[in-house]
């Protein structure tokens, strides 16, 4: 099993920047990638940005391209979300998602979320 702690979330005004971290543990051996999502109230989930475990492959949404910047560190396991410029419709609540594949089997992990709120 993989378990997923979320960190970084608050309220910040617009323009401000926050920082949110994902540190996976458990059996993290085969992980595929790890993503970003955000959903805000009434909406639905939507990708924010992905990492590629092999190769580091980073890929965002159009709208928080040139914002935010995802980052990991392998040794522990953990991504990051460097937000800036943050903008009044970034207000979602955050959620870390992993893939991995074990015995052939793709699995989908998700963390608790964390609430972003930029304030105007």
């Known amino acids: 099993q993989v378990q997923l702690v979320e960190s970084g979330g608050g309220l910040v005004q617009a323009g401000g920047s926050l920082r949110l971290s994902c540190a996976a543990s458990?059996?993290?051996?085969?992980?595929?990638?790890m993503n970003w999502f955000r959903q805000a109230p009434g909406k639905e989930r939507e990708f924010v940005a992905a990492?590629?475990?092999?190769?580091?492959?980073?890929y965002y949404s159009d709208s928080v391209k040139g914002r935010f910047t995802m980052s990991r560190d392998n040794a522990k396991n953990t991504v990051y979300l460097q937000m800036n410029s943050l903008k009044v419709e970034d207000t979602a609540v955050y959620y870390c998602?992993?893939?991995?594949?074990?015995?052939?089997?793709?699995?989908?992990?998700w963390g608790q979320g964390t609430q972003v709120t930029v304030s105007s």
């Open positions: 990492i590629r475990w092999s190769g580091g492959s980073i």
């Open positions: 998602n992993l893939n991995d594949k074990v015995r052939g089997v793709s699995y989908d992990r």
């Open positions: 458990g059996r993290t051996f085969s992980i595929v990638a």
